[in-house]
C-alpha cells in the first residue's frame, strides 16, 4: 500500500504503461497535487482497460513526488486544424509545413516513409519518438527499437480549464488532442528540436500534427488510412547545436507544466 504525506504545494508525477501481447499498448501520464493522486490513478488504468487496441494484458503504473522548484513552466503553441480528404494529400502538407520549419525535404519525407512503415527495426510502431537530423535526415537516437519517451509533463488545472473550453467551442476537446498539445509543447521547449511530426498508432485515430515554434500545432485530418496501426513521432533536430544527451535528458526527465495556452482555431480547408 502507498502511503504519502503530501505537503500543500507538493506535485506528484502519475505514469501509466499498459502492455499486450507481448507490445506497447499505450502509456498516460499526469502531473497533479496529493489529494488527486487516487482518482488520477484510477482514470490511468480504467483507459487501459477499455483501449481501442483491445484490454490491457499488463500494467505498470508509478508515482513519484516532484520538487515544485524543478519544474519548467511553459505556453501551448496555438492550435490550427486543416482538412484533408486523404492521407496523401495530408503527407503532402505535412512535407510543407516541415519545409517552413526549417525542415530538409530528403528529413521530411524520410521521416513520413519511416512512420508510414513502422519505424521499429520490425516493423511495428516504435514506443518512443524518433530523432531526425532536420538538414541530414540522419536517425540520430541511440536505440532504434526503443526511440525517446517524453515524460513528466502536464497542464495546470487552470490552464486545462481554459484549454478545454477553446477546444470544445471548435468541436475538439479530446483526451488525444489535449495530451498531444501538452507534449508537442514541451518538445518544443526542449533545447535543439526544431519542429516535430506524429499521427497516432491508434487504428481509429487518421489524425496527426506538425509542430514548430513559428507555425504552432497544425493538424492535419487526414495522416494515414483508417485502420492503419503503424503511427508515431519524430523529433527534428538541429545538429549544429544539438546536444544529444542534454536533448534526451529533458525529454525523459525534465518535469513540464504547461501553465498558459494559445489560440485555438476552427477547423478550415488548407489555402
Ligand atoms: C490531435 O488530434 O490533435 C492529436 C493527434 C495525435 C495523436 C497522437 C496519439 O494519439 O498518439
Do not use: N
Not at 54 to 67: I, N, P, Q, S
Not at 152 to 157: T, W
Not at 179 to 203: M, N, R, T
Amino acid at each position: 500500500m502507498l502511503i504519502f504525506q503530501p505537503m500543500s504545494d507538493e506535485l506528484y508525477s502519475v505514469r501509466m504503461h499498459a502492455e499486450r501481447a507481448g507490445a506497447h499498448l499505450c502509456g498516460a501520464e499526469r502531473l497533479v497535487s496529493a489529494d488527486r493522486i487516487e482518482e488520477t490513478a484510477a482514470v490511468l488504468v480504467r483507459r487501459a482497460l477499455v483501449h481501442p487496441r483491445g484490454c490491457a494484458e499488463g500494467l505498470r503504473l508509478a508515482v513519484d513526488r516532484v520538487d515544485p522548484a524543478s519544474v519548467v513552466r511553459g505556453r501551448l503553441p496555438a492550435v490550427t486544424t486543416l482538412q484533408v480528404s486523404d492521407f496523401s494529400t495530408g503527407r503532402a502538407l505535412a512535407a510543407e509545413l516541415l519545409a517552413k520549419a526549417g525542415v530538409s525535404s530528403a528529413a521530411a519525407v524520410f521521416a513520413i516513409h519511416c512512420l508510414a512503415r513502422g519505424a521499429a527495426p520490425d516493423g511495428r510502431s516504435m514506443r518512443g519518438a524518433m530523432l531526425v537530423g532536420a538538414t541530414s535526415g540522419r536517425r540520430l537516437e541511440p536505440d532504434a527499437a526503443r526511440g525517446v519517451r517524453v515524460t513528466r509533463m502536464d497542464l495546470s488545472p487552470q490552464a486545462e480549464e481554459r484549454l478545454r473550453a477553446d477546444l470544445a467551442a471548435c468541436g475538439l476537446d479530446r483526451p488525444q488532442v489535449r495530451e498531444a498539445l501538452v507534449l508537442a509543447a514541451k518538445v518544443l521547449a526542449a533545447p535543439g528540436v526544431v519542429a516535430e511530426l506524429c499521427w497516432s498508432d491508434d487504428p481509429d485515430y487518421t489524425t496527426g500534427y506538425v509542430a514548430s515554434a513559428d507555425l504552432g500545432y497544425v493538424r492535419l485530418t487526414e495522416l494515414k488510412p483508417a485502420g492503419d496501426e503503424r503511427g508515431g513521432r519524430v523529433f527534428f533536430v538541429d545538429e549544429a547545436r544539438v546536444d544529444l544527451a542534454a536533448l534526451i535528458a529533458f525529454l525523459e526527465h525534465q518535469v513540464f507544466l504547461a501553465d498558459a495556452v494559445g489560440a485555438v482555431y476552427p477547423p478550415r480547408e488548407p489555402r
